[in-house]
């Protein structure tokens, strides 16, 4: 318990005495602030447009800041994470095993257990800020509306759920390889690949396009981000977390039985 | 307190390790000899749990190192051969999250650290990032968390490797140090290195442990007979009749083509198990000649690892 302490404090120290958490963090907040701004002055011109042009509000029928500004946004923030994890996670093996470092820290009284933790709570602990940080959206929808709490709160939830996933995959790809740019295009690769599985449903047949939808990454966080939680989509992420960890582990394990 | 029974180590088709046996006592200081290649950093991995051997055992501390890994590791300082540390952690973070995770306890790792600063003369940079560090410090801060939770024994790979001569002789006398209080494995190729701070030395080639002894016991071993270089005042042709009519000795060359006011050098071969150097000077002196001097010329332990090595 102690050691993965100590690893996780010298990870999450790791992340801010390099440039790489101010980063990705700051990346990350131009990103989201300017899709939450797109999405929140698009719903603020059409309200304002459907108040003067009783036509165009039946077109555009229900106006609901939850379902149009507040929903869009966990999303895109999802989108966005995409992009950004995979950074955060790519030099968390690859880095030790480049330096050789990896050979001292094996060889410390650790387990690899206590070592996978340390670096996945410590990339969670950035995430968790990074995420924390988007709050200001939420807050500034309530300046100017009346959302309703809880599909925010689960949307959430449901953002901690995605970005657990993205990070143990993201892990996983960096134990792999001592070359972070391979591990950060391994990472991309196959969260994007995960991501729109759920948009190519209609091509394929009612079984695979069923098997696809839900093995889909972003199929998954939809029932959040409606205020909807649902077990299986808990499962399902929990999952995959437990999977790629897992797959981690085996990875570190295999130098023992290779060769 | 270390105990390596037929070790054997493949790399895919790669044959490392052909079955590596030695042991070392508690306090002494093992020499690990050998070319590049021959096997010394993969026996060290073994030892402290990076890998596990193909077929063989190990043990440190009574604690096989394939079935109690950790309990091995926490008895162990290692120090890698090209010193990798986290460059992004100052000298005395590193050391207190070595300390940590080594196993010393919350309250004793301040005092731990501060004691294991001093040793390795490190206080003067404890605040420098690692990167910052020249090699030498580096090699300090390296050995410096080997040694941070006193561990039993000690694995040293390559200790003095690129650092200089003024380095190598802190590094040296701080290993010296640790004897008797510390089991020691130091590798190496630079034999003097050896011969100054080792008890025991392990010559490993090609996989193989080719010799297994004390440096003076190696050499005197692998010279197969004594050698003395002696040197006296008197007639050449002369000299080197009487010198070779002494029982035991079985050859006599001249050494210095031409004589300096009659002073030749001759090296006197004999056999082993006779000390010919008793019934050298009377006769020496009966003649009427002058004894300058007269030495044993020992085989350096290069020429000894050559021989060793190349026997094969």
Known sequence: ?259 | MIEVENLTKYYGDYHALKGVTFSVKKGDILGFLGPNGAGKTTTMRILTCFFPPTSGKASVAGFDVFEEPLEVRKRIGYLPENVPLYKDMTVEDYLIFAAGIKGVEGKKIKGAVAKVMDECVLTDVSYKFIAELSKGYRQRVGLAQALVNEPEVLILDEPTIGLDPKQIIEIRKLIKNLAGRRTVILSTHILPEVSMTCQKVVIINDGRVVAVDTPQNLTSRVQGASRFIIRIEGPSHEVIKTLEAIQGVSKVIRRDSHAANGIGEYTIESLKERDIRRDIAPVIVNKGWALIELRPQEMSLEDIFVKLVTKE
Request: proline share 3%; aromatic share 14%.
């Open chain 1, 1 to 259: 318990m102690r050691n993965f302490y100590l690893i996780f404090k010298k990870e999450f120290k790791s992340y801010f005495s390099s440039p790489i958490a101010y980063v990705v963090i700051t990346m990350f907040l131009i990103l989201s602030g300017y899709f939450f701004y797109n999405t929140f002055a698009l719903f603020s011109t059409i309200s304002f447009n459907a108040t003067i042009d009783p036509a165009l509000a039946k077109q555009v029928g229900l106006l609901n800041i939850t379902e149009s500004v507040a929903r869009p946004l966990f999303g895109n923030i999802s989108v966005i994470l995409l992009l950004m994890v995979p950074l955060l996670t790519m030099r968390l093996f690859s880095e030790e095993k480049k330096s050789g470092t990896i050979e001292l820290l094996l060889t410390y009284p650790v387990t690899d257990m206590e070592v996978l933790l340390g670096k996945f709570l410590a990339c969670m602990a950035v995430f968790t800020i990074m995420i924390a940080l988007t709050v200001l959206y939420p807050i500034l929808i309530i300046a100017f509306g009346q959302p309703e709490a809880g599909p925010i709160i689960t949307g959430y939830i449901g953002l901690f759920f995605v970005g657990a996933s993205f990070v143990s995959l993201g892990i996983f790809a960096s134990s792999l390889t001592e070359n972070q740019i391979i591990a950060a295009t391994l990472s991309f690769g196959v969260l994007i690949l995960f991501f729109m599985m759920g948009t190519s449903v209609s091509l394929m047949g009612p079984t695979i396009g069923n098997i696809m939808m839900h093995i889909s990454l972003i199929g998954h966080l939809e029932g959040f981000a409606k205020g909807i939680v649902d077990t299986t989509d808990i499962i399902y992420y929990f999952l995959f977390i437990v999977l790629f960890n897992f797959l981690t582990l085996r990875v570190l394990e295999s130098k023992k039985w290779r060769g």
